[in-house]
DNA sequence: TTTTTTTACGCAATCGTTCCCGAAAAAAAT
DNA sequence: ATTTTTTTCGGGAACGATTGCGTAAAAAAA
């Protein structure tokens, strides 16, 4: 079965007009006459008349659609920019096509030619941890193709940006550590490719380095899939705790590093925060009942996806090319709660 | 800026053909010489010419798109069902447009109307908790849109629809309260006309009775906003503990509800499971984390995505009205952990 | 050699909408 | 009464791709 709208033609048909002259009417052109507009707008009104958008997609070269590529939807962080993403461009008249990269860059790709190839106006993009390649996402942007980075951008592409203080943020949290007595401080974090790997991990270093904590690099980290395959945590955590000095604190760089540190460490009866503090990035709405409830550093994740959009439609609606390009950062917030002493 | 990608005119132009050539060259008609085929196909692949899935809609009259109505995607029973949608949706070509709800039924009918004026091929729908006038739904239905619920489905209208077993769910969670000791087992859940919370209380009832335990309808409180707004919880839960024979333990009947009311208890200093035990529906991956670890009804969410989504590819593809509508049910899965004795 | 068949391609309509032109009718100016 | 202007509307091309139909040239059959 098929679900058949009504057109322009119908009305047409009806009421022995031409087609431009519904058009016209129906856009209330100053050369309709008042009777013709009151009779197509009332009869359009009576069939439940609406434009079809792919007729005027394919009219007005555009598609009215964004592209969103982010590494996972069911993660908090991301479903909340998603949500500001979305909330601007319903009302801009917008749709927002989601693809998940898993944290594949294979996929990521797989998922880059099929937005452009569905003709998407834009892209709004956090790469996955995979992705040290850009020369995909360098061809598309020079050909034209409007895009906004945030989270985990791309420092090689000139274009807008959205980012969190990853660096403040970090500093913060690493600095928290060391005056609630951690002195020993490991980090697990996301590839170090990564810009906010860099960012976060840059952060926690000058936090030690302005202690005077010299930083040990048996105590960093990193997880190639950032959590996401098998037990990446479980393996980096055991060759952390299985050393002869052991951390007495970790810091976490992502979301699912820091709920898998936790999951990994009460598997294996290790007291949080007795053996071990634990305090990491997270947008989790439900840290707080956890056991212990987690010291996390937040992102203002709707609004970096409020900005971000709002970049996107600017860049999309520009007549003239754009080539003055802003990186927007957003403060942290830190939630001191208890797995941290 | 804008991103202009080749059509079959370029290589027409380029070439000396004609775009009728061209096309069918493209599509491997035997009315095509070979060599002229490969030429074709050889300067298709230099200008990286993909055909417009606009003009192919237009032509084809559908969109390739599919709407999924859901109340919030940060939920983690909806984000896995997307999730779920996805890959399959993915794999056969579709486009997938999330609109949420956040249980309102305005946004609810205002959310369908963009859908359906963005001329989707189909909608996957969980309605709203606010939602109990269906004639805009049915009208829809009617006039041919496929549709397929799942989860909070809609037993007016006559399609395909997916659910988890929620009756026995609810059955299995309450008996093993009652076998845990509880006496007087509480329930709060979203609205009674919910298909959902219909059955989950009749699942819970039965349990009680088979048990002969009387139901106390003072133990039964709904959500009008499926806990989405303000202190929804908070005032139930506080009528709960009011009463002069308080309740021993709660069941609660969705993932919001369940969180929300872990919240409250431990804002209030109430021990989950010494003063009150707790058990409910949840898909959250992080429950187990939580303290106490919660016990709960798992839905298979992944699952009843994929399979909604074969159910409406089969609508949309099949030549003839279909009449025979199936409801598919998945078991639950009981995780009893530590927020029960 | 002539006729028939096959091969290989072009023309034009179509999907729904907009918009540039041209034109008839009505109104205004001469 | 005639010309000019304005109002109001229709014809048709365009957006990109597909496809039924027509046809020239080449190949095959007579």
New binding site residues.
């Given amino acids: 079965m098929k679900f058949?709208?009504?057109?322009?033609?119908?009305i047409?048909k009806a009421l022995?007009?031409?087609?431009?002259?519904?058009?016209?009417?129906?856009?209330d052109s100053?050369?309709?006459?008042?009777?013709?507009?009151k009779l197509v707008l009332e009869y359009a009104e009576k069939i439940n008349?609406?434009?079809?958008p792919?007729?005027?997609s394919?009219?007005?070269?555009r598609s009215r659609t964004i592209g969103v590529l982010v590494c996972e939807i069911a993660n908090s962080f991301f479903s909340q920019v998603i949500n500001g993403i979305e909330s601007i461009a319903y009302k801009s008249g917008y749709n927002v096509i989601i693809a998940q990269s898993r944290e594949s860059f294979d996929r990521e790709i797989l998922n880059l030619q099929y937005l452009t190839s569905r003709s998407v106006d834009g892209l709004i993009i956090s790469v996955s941890t995979e992705t040290t390649d850009f020369s995909y996402l360098k061809d598309l942007h020079q050909k034209g193709m409007p895009i906004v980075f945030f989270d985990r951008i791309v420092s090689e592409i000139d274009t807008h940006k959205v980012i969190a203080d990853n660096y403040a943020g970090a500093y913060n949290a690493t600095t928290q550590l060391i005056k609630s007595g951690y002195k020993r401080i490991a980090a697990i974090s996301n590839p170090e490719m990564l810009s906010i790997s860099k960012e976060r991990l840059a952060g926690y270093r000058k936090a030690l380095a302005d202690n005077g904590i010299e930083a040990d690099e048996a105590l960093i980290k990193y997880c190639k899939h950032g959590g996401m395959i098998g037990d990446e945590v479980n393996i980096v955590l055991l060759e952390l705790l299985g050393q002869s000095q052991k951390p007495d604190a970790i810091f976490t760089t992502s979301d699912k590093l820091t709920t898998g540190c936790l999951r990994i460490l009460k598997e294996n009866g290790i007291s949080v925060p007795g053996d071990i503090g634990l305090l990491g990035f997270s947008n989790n709405d439900l840290t707080e009942l956890f056991d212990p409830a987690l010291s996390v550093i937040k992102q203002p994740a709707f609004e970096m996806g409020e900005i971000a959009i709002g970049y996107l439609l600017q860049l999309i609606e520009s007549k003239h090319p754009v080539t003055d390009f802003e990186t927007k950062v957003l403060p942290t917030e830190l939630f001191i709660r208890n797995s941290t002493k």
Same sequence: chains 1, 2.
Avoid at 16 to 27: E, H, I, K, M, N
Avoid at 30 to 37: C, V, W
């Fill in positions: 058949e709208a009504a057109t322009i033609k119908d047409a022995g007009l031409s087609t431009s002259t519904v058009s016209r009417a129906l856009r100053h050369e309709i006459s008042p009777e013709t507009k008349y609406h434009p079809n792919i007729a005027l394919l009219k007005e070269r």
